[in-house]
């Protein structure tokens, strides 16, 4: 699905979506293609979902959009942190 049928479908919502069909140029992520896995009105539910989502599986490329957004932009940043100090 793309960005604009996602608005028109979910309008002025918060979104959880998986990216089915990606691409990367100059940092910036393409999505080309995306599944809505659920609709909020509120962001900090969406996040919490989000955060469910990417425990039980990292390897999905999920995001968290507003749709009240005309266009969707994704930067890609290099870790350079560590984690898991404990």
Known sequence: MQWEIVRAKYPHCWVLIEALSAYTINHK??????????????????????????IA????????????????????????GIRGLQ
């Open 57 to 80: 599986d990292p390897s999905r490329e999920l995001y968290v959009f507003y749709t009240g957004n005309e266009s969707i932009e994704v930067i890609e940043q290099p870790f350079t």
């Open 29 to 54: 992520r393409s999505i080309e293609d995306m599944s809505v896995v659920s609709d909020f009105d509120d962001p900090q539910q969406a996040w919490q979902m989000y955060r469910k989502r990417h």
